[in-house]
DNA sequence: GTCTATAGGAGGATAGAC
DNA sequence: GTCTATCCTCCTATAGAC
């Protein structure tokens, strides 16, 4: 009796991460959708499947879905950011890890959250799990970015912040679903699309 | 009594319409300020100075108030576009238009709509007004993309409804506001940097 | 921790008097 | 057309039984 217990508590605490896990991709997949407004919890508990009530119990409030749901896309980066290839330049580091934030977009795995609510802000920046990621991926991008910038192949003249916010940006650029609704690209022609403006610009070269 | 009549029915439409131009510019305001979703009704009310029955006898709906007001916008984008020195070059033309409009987003006179909302989508479609406007200004400024295209100024292996979509992103540009926060550069060098990511790319020339 | 049921409140829209 | 007062729907969050 003494080896059960254990091993019931250690499957029981992963029966409830995996719930959790549920949960965080369902609202995940509603944040990308609608946006965080226009999500409400009764279709998250719809969609996880639970009552509504059960979902408080996981989570406090529907500030803290959205912020465990952003801690999980920064976690899915900080994965992606370890493997890249050792090997590849810093700009070609940056082009990837663009193109593949912009292909979760697309995927509709890309939760938009709106800049201005202030209630979800504070629930982000209390969200310690996920202003750990944000600040090691700023970290990383921008050690990537004054390399680059050293190197010369990427313009030096411009602030590092700024190329920082530029390349975040491009996770939520409207570009992408206009180009999308359009039809005339697939998503591959997309990506490539946006990443040549967004690296080498509009203007000729 | 021929000529009274005319004169009070001028003059009370005149009042009428300076109303409905201080209500669009609340909501204008508001929009910029908080986006759709959270501006309330109660709020462009309380802003104007009238109540929220006599707003419905104006407009019939939370998405009419935003229609009129992205319709506004559209025709002041419409001035901007017929002030231009018409000796200037395409490309410097649309260099002036895309600096204009981020001009207004630092000024808080841009109205950010969430591009996801079916009812706002469908006001906006059915606005004669706002998608008279938003056509005029795409073809003008199409047609000035398509001939820095062929004079080699602009990079002619792009889609031009891609570059035209990219100039339009601007105007709700995240960049802006995150720069405008760190508060480490004044408006117009904003304006500076993000026109010159946009249209010069951030690698090295 | 899961459920059903409901509190509590915000916000869009309207009724009806003037 | 403007007001006050109100309706009614939707949504976040919780109570309380199991």
Redesign the interface.
């Known amino acids: 009796m003494v080896s059960t217990t254990p091993t019931k508590v250690s499957f029981k605490a992963q029966m409830l991460l995996a719930r959790e896990d549920a949960i965080i991709q369902s609202v995940n997949r509603l944040l990308a959708?609608?946006?965080f407004?226009?999500m409400t919890v009764d279709e998250v508990a719809a969609d996880v499947g639970i009552a509504k009530a059960s979902l408080y119990k996981h989570f406090p409030s529907k500030e803290d879905l959205a912020a465990a749901a952003m801690a999980s896309v920064m976690r899915r980066a900080q994965v992606f950011l370890n493997d890249l290839p050792p090997d590849a330049s810093p700009?070609d580091k940056l082009r990837r890890v663009v193109a593949w934030t912009m292909g979760l977009k697309l995927a509709g795995e890309m939760p938009s959250l709106?800049?201005?609510?202030s209630s979800l802000r504070s629930a982000l920046m209390g969200h310690k799990d996920y202003m750990d990621g944000l600040m090691d991926v700023s970290d990383r991008l921008g050690a990537w970015i004054e390399a680059a910038q050293k190197q010369?192949?990427?313009?030096?003249k411009?602030?590092s912040?700024?190329?920082l916010?530029?390349l975040y940006?491009r996770a939520?650029?409207?570009?992408l679903?206009?180009?999308k609704i359009?039809d005339?690209y697939n998503n591959d022609e997309i990506i490539a699309?946006?990443l040549?403006?967004?690296?080498?610009?509009?203007?000729?070269?």
């Open positions: 959708e609608k946006g407004e226009a700009i709106p800049s201005q609510n010369g192949v990427l313009n030096p411009l602030p912040i700024a190329v916010y530029t940006a939520c650029d409207p570009v679903e206009f180009l359009g005339l699309l946006v040549s403006t967004c690296f080498e610009g509009i203007e000729a070269r």
